[in-house]
């Protein structure tokens, strides 16, 4: 790998876009080595996963301009699926993803970001969608998540204007769930996965998987999804120690994943 790096610390795993001399930004090949090192992740021995960016200035400061610059019709809408897919995999991994946001998330890096579970900053970090003012809309799922995850009208507001927001402003309308002073970030992160990565995987999973699929269907079938999320945890191990322990008041000493 040329421009992400990979850390396992425990059952936390930790991907890293290192690619610094362009605010690691996003072009085919990082967007390529990003997807392998998902699928590199080892499912049994990972149960929470932080994404970072190298350096204090930049998470992702967006889709590389040079590469985009020359594209026809036809190359851009495909260059839009790549980062898309890669995007999408990111959001339906089967376990949570934590983005530790550590400065510019612009464009792609704002939209990365939005595809993981959870998001968190830096106190120095900036957001925004500022493709309308270079002739393009955003590509990434831009002009879908952020509107899920802030209301229509402030999406329309950042992505019409292309207005960069800080840190504080991001938390203001739930675009992030905390922020830090950047020397704790990672920290705070490392502090958050281990919180996810003591609890039963399963239950987590399930419930990661739970939340998405019922985001996208009406609320009658979405407590169906929830339902059987529900009851396919009484299969487990897991879930007998974990009640077992309660009743007992006692702790489960580790959960398996099984």
């Not at 959001?91 to 934590?98: G, L, Y």
């Not at 970090?125 to 003012?133: D, I, L, R, T, Y």
Request: hydrophobic residues 45%; proline residues 3%; negative net charge.
């Amino acid at each position: 790998m040329e421009f992400v790096t990979y850390e396992q610390d425990g059952f936390v795993g930790i991907v890293t876009i290192n690619r610094p001399k362009a605010l690691n930004a996003l072009n085919s090949d990082v967007l390529k080595e990003i997807e392998a090192t998902f699928d590199a992740i080892d499912l049994d021995a990972t149960r929470a996963v932080i994404l970072t960016g190298a350096g204090e200035k930049s998470f992702v400061a967006g889709a590389d301009i040079g590469e985009m610059s020359t594209l026809t019709k036809e190359e851009g809408e495909a260059f839009g699926k790549v980062g898309n897919d890669v995007f999408r995999k990111i959001e339906t991994f089967p376990i949570p993803v934590i983005a530790a946001i550590n400065g510019f998330a612009l464009g792609g890096g704002c939209e990365i970001s939005m595809s993981c579970d959870i998001r968190i900053c830096s106190d120095n970090a900036v957001f925004g969608q500022p493709e309308v003012g270079l002739g393009i809309t955003p590509g990434f799922g831009g002009t879908q998540r952020l509107a899920r995850l802030v209301g229509a009208g402030k999406a329309k507001e950042m992505i019409y204007t292309a207005f960069n927001i800080k840190a504080d402003e991001a938390y203001r309308i739930g675009l992030v769930n905390a922020v830090y002073p950047q020397a704790e970030l990672m920290d705070a992160a490392k502090k958050m996965a281990a919180k996810i990565a003591k609890n039963a995987p399963i239950a987590v999973r399930a419930s990661k998987k739970a939340i998405n699929e019922g985001l996208d269907v009406d609320m009658d079938q979405a407590i169906v999804v929830e339902e059987k999320a529900f009851g396919s945890c009484f299969e487990t191990e897991d879930q007998r120690a974990g009640m077992e322990a309660f009743l007992n008041k006692t702790k489960v000493d580790g959960f398996k994943n099984k």
